[in-house]
């Protein structure tokens, strides 16, 4: 998990921009702010849900709809009522005061 440097709040690891200050992140500077073709959070996250459920695969049935259910509880808590960029159009958490792509006051 990374932090934002300015303000410390926790940071998804392909935010480019703090959501929160709105200062560039090191993954930001890393990758260039206009890269093209970024990874949208949501393919991310789905991809990494998978990953774990494959893991989770071989445990008990209980354990796995017990992680089902946190996995979607997550998921909802992070991507209820996005708000989106005017700028760029990327979808933004709710909490989110800076568009994590571009950097632009939501
Ligand atoms: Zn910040
Ligand atoms: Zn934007």
Redesign the pocket.
Known sequence: MTYCSRCGKELAPEAYFCPNCGVRTEGGVRAGVNYPGVEDLRQTFNRVGEEMEKAFSTVGSELREAFKTTSQNVKEAYYGEPIT??????K?TRDASY??????KL
């Open positions: 960029c005017p700028q760029c159009g990327d933004n568009c994590r792509k571009c950097g632009k």
